[in-house]
């Protein structure tokens, strides 16, 4: 046991995953001596906390909320920040407040290496990510290395993810009043995002069946075509790490660029978010537009079918900054980011414009790529998942090591300032 000196350090966990993982982690790290605290901020985090140190906020936003982040820092001399989701408005203040302190801020995420790996990253991800965009860096960080494990150790069902999330949102509707000023970050009422799953549910084995056939006589047809998978709407990586104010305009962009400069043998298979809700109907949106652009007949959208099989017979794969665009690179494919992403280096995806990438699309560099790998998986990935109970012990566990010998980034992986820049917003011109 560590005792109560200078060794301790004090962990202010905020909003994290639907998951028991921050209270496990939190155990950990108080099993190592030090202090854990939590400020809830809607019924469902205190769900999710059950344990002691529990701090219920129930004030307004804004200056409001960053003055008690700051006050309640100061009063329990604060030492590091832990939080999912760090461009969360209520996330941005705190974070603002910690950095005041110089008071070390991680944030923890799905893992860039899916499906049973999590991300923690000193400072943030994507446009916030202190991770090395330097190639020569990359390697020579890496040279050392070992190439990871690949195989897969944890799983997790969709009933628990499910299960998990009704159990931290139905509160936060039924029980509002319990924290009253609370503002949601997401863009659909949690409501209207069950009836559009239950909605999708139903349909589910038809679209899957649909998807697969069009995808077998997609590959039996030999035809030439780019992937673009859909990213979530409600995704903070394209939220906030992008030039697009939504998914329409990114879709609007890409349409209009491969209509104009992609090879008139060549098609597009847009595949639609396997968690999407459904709210918004993309089939529909693709292609009315698609027809619009006067290539209807290249442009497919699926719901469902074997992703890594289209990955794998892509020209090349297109997205803002999805992490399928990992999983195309781990093939050696062509991928191009339109957005703010870790994996967005020169050597690895392709920096030519979109335009040129239709008709040229460059692989990565063999050499680079697996350095890329390497690295990101020692210094900024750990293994398990945040729904099921080996997953979680597994991440918890990892993550509180790792927070406790300052190890997250490293070796080799922190570079400060973070040398990616956060994209502006454009206003596109639908077409």
Request: net charge positive; charged share 20%.
């Amino acid at each position: 046991m560590v005792s109560q000196q200078s060794s301790t350090r004090v962990f202010l966990f905020l909003q994290g995953p639907s998951s028991p993982i921050f209270a496990k982690i939190a155990a950990r790290l108080e099993a190592s001596g030090h202090r854990c605290f939590r400020i809830n901020l809607n019924p469902g985090d205190q769900i999710f906390w059950r344990r002691k140190g529990g701090d219920n906020y129930r004030g307004r936003g804004g200056e409001a909320w960053r003055a008690y982040a700051g006050s309640f820092m100061d009063r329990h001399a604060v030492t590091d920040l832990v939080l999912l989701g760090e461009e969360r408005a209520y996330h941005q203040l705190a974070i603002a407040a910690a950095r005041e302190r110089n008071i070390a801020v991680c944030v923890i995420e799905m893992g860039y290496l899916r499906p049973d790996w999590l991300t923690l990253e000193r400072g943030g991800m994507s446009s916030n990510s202190h991770f090395p965009v330097d190639p020569q860096q990359i390697v020579d960080a890496a040279r050392t290395l070992p190439e990871p494990d690949w195989k897969r150790r944890y799983s997790q069902s969709f009933l628990a993810e499910a299960g998990y999330d009704l159990l931290y949102n139905l509160p936060n509707v039924f029980l509002w009043f319990l924290f009253p000023h609370y503002r949601r970050h997401a863009l659909f009422h949690p409501l209207a995002e069950y009836a559009g799953w239950v909605m999708r549910l139903a349909g589910s084995r038809r679209r899957e069946k649909a998807a697969c056939q069009l995808i077998d006589r997609l590959l039996e047809d030999g035809a030439p075509f780019f992937a673009y998978p859909l990213q979530l709407q409600t995704d903070f990586q394209l939220r906030a790490h992008s030039p697009y104010n939504d998914q329409q305009e990114a879709v609007g962009q890409i349409l209009t660029s491969f209509a104009c400069y992609a090879g008139r043998d060549t098609q597009l298979i847009v595949k639609i978010h396997p968690l999407d809700n459904g709210l918004i109907n993309w089939r529909k949106h693709v292609a009315d537009l698609a027809a619009k652009l006067g290539v209807g007949e290249r442009v497919h959208v699926v719901d469902g079918g074997d992703l890594n099989a289209l990955l794998e017979r892509a020209l090349g794969t297109v997205t803002v900054n999805s992490t399928v665009g990992l999983h195309a690179l781990q093939l050696g494919k062509p991928v191009k980011v339109l957005g703010a992403a870790v994996f967005d280096i020169a050597g690895l995806s392709d920096q030519a414009p979109l335009e040129q990438f239709w008709s040229a699309p460059r692989p990565p560099e063999a050499s680079l790529r697996t350095a890329f790998f390497r690295l990101l998986a020692a210094a900024i990935q750990v293994r398990g998942n945040f729904y099921s109970e080996a997953g979680t012990d597994a991440g918890a566990a990892a993550i509180a090591e790792r927070l406790q010998n300052r190890s997250v980034n490293q070796p080799g992986a922190f570079i400060d300032p973070p040398p990616r820049k956060k994209p502006g917003k454009i206003t596109f011109r639908r077409p």
